[in-house]
């Protein structure tokens, strides 16, 4: 079946440091991949998506480049501000599963100034 | 703009007395879900509609149930509300047509049970 695996948090940064949340997953096939971002009180948001390897998906300063050989799909910005403080799911959809989305379990992102 | 609309954004309601939630959308997606989150945990699929086709999950218990009378909305109803069904409720939609089949989700309305 599919499967998401994210680095569990909460992960706690100063102002303008560098961000990496890990993802990697399980699939058949070729699934697209997407981050999703929750902020306090609010649905999900998508942040960014790759549809095939190699792909980047980029938004907001927030970067993850679709890796096929590693199945991984890792969230990078290069300097975090307070206003990012929020939960990022990975997630994917296989058009082998019904295009359900399998979410990972989330990273709670603390960013404090 | 073309979005997905949950009302009300914070429900509160009694132990054992039915509540229905709604969310529509202006993006004419032929694909609704509904969601439960606890906790900021991920998301937990409990139907979806393909066009007026309901689909169940297999652990969907039985005192939800969803209704879609027509493409921009859809209803969730709780029969019997618990205290354990107390979290954020999110509607989302996708289009088959959509690239990648993104889901777009709506702001949630927060369930109380008291």
């Known amino acids: 079946g599919n499967s998401v695996t994210q680095m569990e948090g909460p992960v706690t940064l100063s102002e303008e440091a560098f961000l990496t949340i890990n993802c990697t997953y399980t699939a058949t096939g070729y699934p697209s991949l997407f981050w999703y971002v929750q902020y306090p009180g609010e649905g999900l948001q998508l942040l960014l998506k790759a549809t095939k390897a190699d792909d980047k998906g980029s938004n907001k300063g927030f970067e993850a480049t679709y890796r096929k050989e590693t199945t991984s799909f890792h969230l990078e910005k290069g300097s975090v501000q307070v206003s990012d403080s929020a939960v990022y799911f990975c997630a994917l959809i296989n058009n082998n599963a019904g295009n359900m989305l399998t979410f990972g379990g989330g990273t709670r992102l603390m960013v404090k100034p | 703009d073309a979005m997905v609309i949950q009302n009300p954004r914070y429900q509160v309601t009694q132990f054992g007395k039915p509540v229905t939630l709604s969310c529509s959308q202006t993006?004419?997606?032929?694909?609704m879900y509904w969601y439960q989150q606890k906790s900021s945990q991920a998301p937990k699929l409990l139907f979806h509609y393909y066009d007026k086709d309901f689909n169940n999950e297999a652990d969907t218990p039985d005192n939800f149930q969803s209704r879609r009378p027509n493409t921009s909305f859809c209803f969730l109803d709780i029969r019997s509300p618990g205290l354990g069904d107390a979290a954020m409720y999110l509607c989302a939609t996708s289009g088959l047509r959509a690239s990648a089949y993104e889901q777009y989700f709506g702001p949630g309305t927060r369930l109380t049970v008291t």
């Open positions: 993006l004419n997606h032929n694909v």
